[in-house]
Structure formats: C-alpha cells, structure tokens
C-alpha cells in the first residue's frame, strides 16, 4: 500500500478492492469514544475532488469524539489506485458508488450488526452516497450529511446556465495545475493564488499542505500532488451530465444538504444553494441549509461548524 494520508497515530489504514481491479485506502481513526468499551455509532467521511482523507485530519479529529470514524481516499486520490488509461470510464460517477458500496461492506463487517452507520461528504464524496442508493439501490447508511455535492441543476432548472459557464472553468483549471513543487512552502504559494484556498483555517491548511503531496519519484527533494491534476479535471468534467439530479428522488435516507452561503461573495454568483433546495424538495427525507460565512470549501474554512452540523444530523 503507498503511504497513508492519515498518519499511523491517528488512523489503520487499510485497503479495500473494487470494481476495475483497483485497491481504496481505507482508514479507521484510533480515537473512539468512552475509548471504545462501548460500541459507538459509526460514521464514513468521503472527501473532495483533489483532496484526500489526510486533508480532514481536523475534522475527523472533532467527529471521533462523537463516532467510530471511517474515512478513505477516492479512486485517483491519495494512497488509493490512480488509473490514467480510461479517465471517463474510470472516473465515471458511479465508480465512486462502486467503491462505496465496497468500503461501507467492509465497514459493516467490522463494526457488526444493529450498530448505526452514518456518513458524511465534501462535495465529491456526497454523489457516491446519491448514487449508491439510487442507481445500485443500496441505502447502508443511517443518515447523509453533504457539504455541497457537486450535482448539477437539470435542463429547465434556473441554475442550468450558470452551472454549465462553472463547470468548464474547473476542468482547465486543473487540467492546468502545477503539480510538482520544490517544498511545502512552494504549494502554499500556489494555493494562496486561489481565493476559496486563502479561505482555509490555519489547522486546515496544515493538513492539507501534509497530506496533498507526497515525494517526487523523479526529484530528490521535491513534491508531486496525490490527484494528478489530469484525474481531477477528467472528474470536474464527468459531473455535468451525469444525470444525477433525475435520481435523486430515490434517496429515501434522511438527508441533510448544506451550500454555499451566498453574502459571502455576492458578486460571484453561486449556482449551488438555489441547486441544493432543488435536490432536497426531490428527495423522500431531505432538507437544504446554508453554512453560515462559508463558500464552497465549507470543511477546510469552518470545521467547526461542519463537524457540529454532521453531529447534530446524525445524532440529535
């Protein structure tokens, strides 16, 4: 197994095959609460496009207190496989659900029966949880809670346009991205560049900046990203015409959706908070709220509140 995002005082980690031959890095945070004599409920955290389970390591933190925490990296990310052969097939949306499908098994295995299993997301991760009910109609999970999953407005939807001007802007972007660095120091000068990332909190930054790269085979000291920028824009690109909205209406798991809160930047107009109302009024059991002073990298700009909001849901 490569090396782990999370490190090995704070999570096992492990490995999980599924579809295509490909192996997903898996990691069961150490800390439990009452320590573990008691069973506790369990809970899957499924990162970001371009991020990893180790750029969360403040999140997962907060969460462990409350739960049996399971995260992972996705296919294309951090220790998992990173196939570059087939990117649409591959990267597909409902490999995710796939992958899912094989890790909250997996889970369930080890935590046994009759103790709940909860899952929470940032973007990305959250169409896995969409698809694994709705399209492999299976419903593992006791609760969704979804930072702003990126599932665009059908055709008709008032936020159509403005999402299909975005989505093109994110793949050249990471088509683009500088993925090779002389020093930690010189991937937090590219990412300042970027307005959502001047946004992080200082603990999340660090984590990041730990946990995005990993040693350049071809360089002494120098760094690569753990998502080469040719998978997180093959994935930027996926998205759009997925067809994910239509099939939202067969989540029937108790859901709760947070977007971007729309004061932060009002002159960037945000097609997701109209998108996630949407998604929710077609859903059996779900809700819409705003995060609170937040864009769209909600978890890496309050993860307070983030960790505060998946207790809330799945536990109050």
Same mark, same amino acid.
């Given at each position: 197994?490569?090396?782990?995002?999370?490190?090995?005082?704070?999570?096992?980690?492990?490995?999980?095959?599924?579809?295509?031959?490909?192996?997903?890095?898996?990691?069961?945070?150490?800390?439990?609460?009452?320590?573990?004599?008691?069973?506790?409920? *369990?809970?899957?955290?499924? +990162?970001?496009?371009?991020?990893?389970?180790?750029?969360?390591?403040?999140?997962?933190?907060?969460?462990?207190?409350?739960?049996?925490?399971?995260?992972?990296?996705?296919?294309?990310?951090?220790? &998992?496989?990173?196939?570059?052969?087939?990117?649409?097939?591959?990267?597909?949306?409902?490999?995710? *659900?796939?992958?899912?499908?094989?890790?909250?098994?997996?889970?369930?295995?080890?935590?046994?029966?009759?103790?709940?299993?909860?899952?929470? &997301? +940032? &973007?990305?991760?959250?169409?896995?949880?969409?698809?694994?009910?709705? @399209?492999?109609?299976? %419903?593992?999970?006791?609760?969704?809670?979804?930072?702003?999953?990126?599932?665009?407005? =059908?055709?008709?939807?008032?936020?159509?346009?403005? *999402?299909?001007?975005?989505?093109?802007?994110?793949?050249?972007?990471? %088509?683009?991205? /500088?993925?090779?660095? =002389?020093?930690?120091?010189?991937?937090?000068?590219?990412?300042?560049?970027?307005?959502?990332? !001047?946004?992080?909190?200082?603990?999340?930054?660090?984590?990041?900046?730990?946990?995005?790269?990993?040693?350049?085979?071809?360089? @002494?000291?120098?760094?690569?990203? !753990?998502? =080469?920028?040719?998978?997180? $824009? %093959?994935?930027?690109?996926?998205?759009?015409?997925?067809?994910?909205? @239509?099939? #939202? $209406?067969?989540?029937? #798991?108790?859901? !709760?959706?947070?977007?971007?809160? /729309?004061?932060?930047?009002?002159?960037?107009?945000?097609?997701?908070?109209?998108?996630?109302?949407?998604?929710?009024?077609?859903?059996?059991? $779900?809700? $819409?709220? #705003?995060? =609170?002073?937040?864009?769209?990298?909600?978890? /890496? @700009?309050?993860?307070?509140?983030?960790?505060?909001?998946?207790?809330?849901?799945?536990?109050?």
């Amino acid at each position: 197994m490569p090396t782990p995002t999370l490190p090995e005082t704070f999570a096992d980690a492990f490995t999980v095959p599924s579809t295509g031959g490909l192996d997903i890095a898996v990691y069961r945070v150490l800390n439990r609460p009452d320590g573990g004599k008691e069973p506790a409920p *369990a809970l899957i955290w499924a +990162h970001a496009n371009g991020f990893n389970a180790g750029c969360y390591l403040p999140l997962l933190r907060r969460l462990s207190d409350h739960f049996h925490v399971f995260a992972y990296d996705a296919r294309g990310h951090g220790a &998992s496989s990173r196939p570059l052969d087939d990117l649409e097939r591959d990267y597909a949306m409902v490999r995710f *659900a796939e992958d899912l499908s094989a890790i909250a098994a997996r889970v369930r295995w080890m935590i046994g029966d009759g103790v709940p299993l909860h899952f929470a &997301s +940032h &973007s990305l991760g959250g169409l896995a949880a969409v698809l694994l009910e709705a @399209e492999l109609d299976e %419903a593992p999970f006791d609760s969704l809670t979804l930072f702003e999953p990126p599932i665009y407005p =059908p055709v008709g939807h008032v936020e159509r346009a403005a *999402a299909l001007v975005h989505s093109p802007i994110f793949v050249r972007w990471a %088509a683009g991205r /500088q993925g090779r660095f =002389p020093d930690r120091e010189a991937l937090r000068d590219e990412v300042q560049n970027i307005i959502t990332y !001047r946004r992080f909190s200082d603990e999340m930054m660090a984590a990041y900046l730990d946990a995005a790269v990993e040693p350049d085979e071809d360089s @002494e000291s120098g760094l690569v990203l !753990r998502c =080469p920028g040719r998978i997180e $824009a %093959a994935i930027y690109d996926n998205c759009p015409d997925s067809g994910i909205f @239509e099939l #939202t $209406a067969k989540v029937a #798991t108790r859901t !709760r959706l947070f977007a971007t809160d /729309q004061e932060v930047l009002p002159e960037l107009h945000s097609w997701a908070p109209e998108t996630m109302k949407s998604i929710a009024k077609n859903m059996v059991r $779900a809700e $819409a709220r #705003t995060m =609170p002073g937040c864009l769209h990298l909600m978890v /890496q @700009e309050n993860p307070n509140a983030c960790a505060a909001a998946v207790i809330e849901h799945a536990l109050g």
